[in-house]
């Protein structure tokens, strides 16, 4: 018979395990933590017909997923305004190995969900994503933060990619973000265009962060250096 004192957790050990937890939880936006990824075991019927996310007007976060944060030796400093953004750059995308996992708004991740996740985009945002080889665009709700690998400017729910064609490995995509006055205008919908204007970047250096960037650049974030820790 098993030893139940063998498997019991003493009770300082258990305090400092507590205590570890609570401060890791204090910290701001941890990254996704390393696991095996990968697609479901079994694809829902209609996944490819899912609709696009409808953008709403949400009030954006003061701190939480909206302030600096730091990954792997890196600091990021998120927007947390309502700010017009273009930029180009890699796709990838994240499934089973997070589902109903917590994202860094909090939220639940659902692969089956049309979501995304950026580095530093306001938490929520809604950005329309385009494919250019083949044509095919998405709206997405910007709820997580990621990808976390260089040249890679956002991190695409299952069913997002699926329905921009990407799921056969990372890809170059455009990502516009979809302002607060496109939204009462009705000016996201397709056809309509995008009226206010967007910051264009080019597709990213290894080690680029654009909008990081361009934050500190004109005095909307502090830089890295000045950036406190948690």
Not at 15 to 36: D, E, F, N, S, W
Not at 41 to 59: K, S, T, Y
Not at 110 to 116: E, I, P
Not at 158 to 173: E, F, K, N
């Amino acid at each position: 018979m098993p030893n139940p004192a063998r498997h019991a957790c003493p009770p300082l050990a258990l305090a400092a395990a507590l205590a570890l937890a609570l401060l890791l939880a204090a910290c701001g936006t941890p990254p996704r933590p390393t696991v095996r990824d990968g697609p479901p075991r079994a694809v829902p019927p209609g996944l490819d017909q899912v609709p696009d996310a409808e953008p709403r007007i949400e009030p954006l976060r003061i701190g939480g997923p909206n302030k600096p944060y730091e990954v792997l030796g890196r600091w990021y400093a998120p927007a947390a305004t309502d700010i017009a953004w273009r930029e180009r750059g890699l796709a990838s995308w994240y499934g089973a190995g997070f589902h109903g996992r917590p994202t860094a708004s909090g939220e639940v991740y659902d692969m089956f969900a049309m979501t995304a996740a950026h580095r530093t985009l306001p938490i929520p945002s809604y950005a329309r994503v385009r494919n250019p080889a083949n044509g095919r665009e998405v709206v997405v709700r910007i709820n997580d933060r990621g990808p976390f690998v260089d040249g890679r400017v956002v991190d695409l729910s299952y069913a997002a990619a699926l329905r921009l064609g990407v799921l056969g490995g990372v890809a170059p995509v455009e990502v516009e973000r979809i302002t607060h006055d496109q939204i009462r205008a009705g000016l996201w919908r397709r056809g309509r265009g995008l009226a206010a204007p967007a910051i264009e970047t080019p597709l990213p250096r290894p080690g680029d962060d654009p909008l990081g960037t361009m934050l500190v650049d004109r005095g909307w974030a502090p830089p890295p250096h000045a950036l406190p820790r948690p």
